[in-house]
C-alpha cells in the first residue's frame, strides 16, 4: 500500500467541465509535487509546493490550477482543458532537504 | 539544464535472463533515484542512490557520480520485471528540479 494516495484513478472529462485531482499522503513529508506524464514523453515536473508555499510552477498553462491546503494534501484543479492534456498525472512528495520522492498510482486523465 | 539519458530504450529479455540499464548525465548531481513503473502506471521506489552501490534482492545500482553515469542490474530476471525504469536525477542548483530520463522499456518473456 502506498504511502501516497491519488484520487481518482480515472477520470473522464469533457473541455468545458471543471474537475479536481486530489493527492493525499501519509508519509509524514512536506513537500508535494505534480508530474504529467503524456504518451512517449519523459515525465514533466508540473508544481511543487514545499511547507505549503509554492516553490516551482514550470510554464503550466492556467487551466491547471494546484492547491495546498496542508503539508498532506494536494489538488490539482482542472478546467477548459484541451485534448492534447491527457495524460497520466502523478503526486509526489518528499522531505524539505531530500529529493527521494515517493510517488502516488497516478491519475489517468481523458480529455474529449 | 541537466540532460539525462537512458540506454537501451527497449529491452526484451527472456525469464531468467540478467540485464544492465544505464544513465547517464551531463552534469554534477545531487541525487540519482531508480524507479520501475509497472503496467498500471504506478512508480515504485527502488533506489536512491547518489553515488555507490546498493543491493536489494535481485536488483543492484550503482553510481559513479564523478563519470556521470549510473547502472541498473536486474539477475534471474522475471515477468513482473516488465514495465518502464525510470531514471531521476536532482541537480547541482539544489532546489527540487528533478529531472527524468525517458526510461527503459523492458519486456520478460516466459
Known amino acids: 500500500e502506498t504511502g501516497v494516495t491519488q484520487t481518482p484513478r480515472h477520470l473522464v472529462m469533457g473541455m468545458t467541465n471543471k474537475k479536481s485531482l486530489k493527492c493525499e499522503q501519509h508519509l509524514g513529508h512536506n513537500a508535494m509535487y505534480w508530474y504529467k506524464q503524456s504518451a512517449k514523453k519523459p515525465l514533466e515536473l508540473m508544481f511543487v509546493?514545499?511547507?505549503?508555499?509554492?516553490?516551482e510552477n514550470n510554464s503550466v498553462p492556467s487551466r491547471f490550477s494546484p492547491e495546498c491546503p496542508n503539508s498532506s494534501h494536494l489538488f490539482l484543479h482542472l478546467h477548459t482543458l484541451q485534448p492534447e492534456d491527457s495524460a497520466l498525472y502523478l503526486c509526489?512528495?518528499?522531505?524539505?532537504?531530500?529529493?527521494?520522492?515517493?510517488f502516488g498510482q497516478g491519475t489517468r486523465l481523458t480529455v474529449v | 539544464g541537466i540532460q539525462v539519458e537512458q540506454s537501451p530504450p527497449d529491452l526484451i529479455l527472456q525469464e531468467g535472463a540478467n540485464s544492465t540499464l544505464r544513465c547517464n548525465f551531463s552534469?554534477?548531481?545531487?541525487?540519482l533515484q531508480w524507479f520501475h513503473q509497472n503496467p498500471w502506471g504506478q512508480l515504485i521506489n527502488l533506489f536512491y542512490?547518489?553515488?555507490g552501490t546498493k543491493q536489494n534482492g535481485r536488483l543492484s545500482a550503482t553510481t559513479v557520480a564523478t563519470e556521470r553515469y549510473s547502472l541498473l542490474y536486474i539477475s534471474s530476471s522475471q515477468t513482473t520485471d516488465s514495465g518502464v525504469y525510470f531514471c531521476?536525477?536532482?541537480?547541482?542548483?539544489?532546489?527540487?528540479?528533478?529531472?527524468f530520463g525517458a526510461g527503459t522499456r523492458l519486456f520478460v518473456k516466459a
Open positions: 509546493y514545499s511547507l505549503e508555499e509554492r516553490v
Open positions: 509526489a512528495s518528499s522531505q524539505t532537504g531530500s529529493t527521494e520522492a515517493f
Open positions: 531521476a536525477v536532482e541537480g547541482g542548483t539544489g532546489g527540487f528540479k528533478t529531472i
Open positions: 552534469d554534477s548531481v545531487n541525487n
Open positions: 542512490i547518489p553515488s
